[in-house]
């Protein structure tokens, strides 16, 4: 896939089009690593790439059961540790199983954005949940779409952050080894160090 979003015909094509090439960007952050290296928690931050997907993943999942009306997969009673088991990856989660499990949300959403026939149709605000506004009734699918899209980047731009604190690798470098690219004045695809732990390329 190019760096750039394909040309849009229409507002549907361009929301999907815009929220796959976001998936694309923070599944690149994870191209080449170990077990260990998405694991790893390079910065400050308590963030790891494996963390981060897993978590866009049940971010998109939640977002599209609200507008499907299906019993949501996380509640605002689950509390803080739930929250935050969310960013992390459980002992029995692999970087491999999260990215497949990924590509079915993936998939399951565009599949339900396909059969809502305007995207104007209101998604009702659920009242229990403290960060969400109380004086707005409904959103629209579009306004769901476009919110997901903003996390999706938001949390690409982190795991972009800790990627090239693992191993000094870049978007662009990790596209043009995902794509084959041949090696240019402008751009040197990543390769894997010989020594794969946390050290830089």
Do not use: C
Not at 22 to 37: K, M
Not at 85 to 102: I, K, N, Q, T, W
Not at 121 to 139: G, I, N, S, T
């Amino acid at each position: 896939m190019p760096g750039l979003t394909p040309p849009v015909a229409d507002e549907r094509e361009g929301l999907i089009g815009y929220l796959r090439q976001q998936r694309y960007f923070i599944r690149l952050a994870a191209y080449g690593l170990t077990e260990e290296q998405a694991r790893a928690t390079p910065t400050i931050s308590s963030l790891s790439i494996g963390g981060l997907i897993k978590h866009v993943a049940g971010v998109e999942t939640n977002w599209m059961d609200l507008v499907m009306q299906r019993q949501p997969t996380m509640s605002p009673e689950e509390g803080y540790d739930d929250y935050a088991a969310s960013f992390r990856l459980g002992p029995d989660e692999h970087l491999a199983s999260v990215l497949e499990h990924y590509d079915q949300v993936s998939a399951l959403t565009e599949r339900d954005v396909a059969a809502i026939p305007d995207l104007v149709r209101p998604v009702p605000v659920p009242k229990d949940v403290p960060w969400f506004p109380q004086d707005v009734e409904a959103w629209s699918v579009r306004w769901v779409l476009l919110h997901v899209i903003e996390e999706t980047a938001r949390h690409a731009g982190h795991a972009d952050i800790i990627r090239e604190a693992i191993d000094g690798a870049t978007a662009i470098r990790l596209m043009a080894a995902a794509e084959g690219w041949p090696e240019t004045p402008w751009v040197k695809p990543w390769r894997a160090p010989r020594d794969t732990t946390l050290a830089s390329d």
